[in-house]
């Protein structure tokens, strides 16, 4: 049987040992008891010990469990930048502080304007690395491209992400526009047309050029296209782009 303890009845004590007590202290009732460790909805303990034998303690989700911990999802927030530049790109930042895994979600995100019927390449900011020291070893990209007005739609740009942005007269990447993940091809015929590649390390290999970013290198990251294009349009990504790296220092 369950007793609710109020203000009248709390000193009586248990009337058997299969009794059990239910004390809601300050929300149904009067009494104004301290219990120790717990004040006010803040538990303070020095030890909290497994109730079974080999099962841990969960707490939100977390097992902690014979010095281990365990998570369904492991989410940082140590040793990253975490200004996005622009609303339609959001980041889930995986790892323990030293080894990320930055997943970007992009939504109509605007890689640039063509500006007419113009061979012209252009790109926006997707990632800042923090300060320091990195190794970008992989990077994966699935995205969906599309134009404003459908007046693109034939179009088969170059798709890239460099550590500098999409620039000049030309129909192709080349150079820092593409030198973390060399460029892919893709119609942008109203979304329907992805560019699912990777994962790829840096275009001079692992562990060189830009992939071993040190702490003076550009920390910008772009994604670029670059076309022959055939009207005036704007043209947006909508997918995910997933960089692996580690902070060394």
Known sequence: MSTKITKDNHSLGLK????????RGKFYNELRDDVEGIKDGTSEFDTIDEKTAGSGVTIDSVLLKDGAVTSTEVVTTANIDAVLPVTTLSSKEYGDGMHHITVLTLTAFVIGATGGAVSL???NLIYVLPAGAQLVSAMHMDI?????DGSC???VPDVGIGSTIG?????TLAGTMMDYFDAETSGVADGTNAV???PKGAVAGFGTGIALNASGSTKDIFLNAAE???ASATITATGTITIVWDTLD
């Open 167 to 171: 620039t000049g007269s030309i129909t």
């Open 153 to 155: 739609d034939a179009d």
């Open 144 to 148: 969906k491209l599309d134009n404003s």
């Open 121 to 123: 390449a252009f790109g």
């Open 196 to 198: 699912e590649a990777g």
């Open 16 to 23: 058997t040992a299969a009794d059990s007590a239910i004390v």
């Open 228 to 230: 022959a294009w055939t």
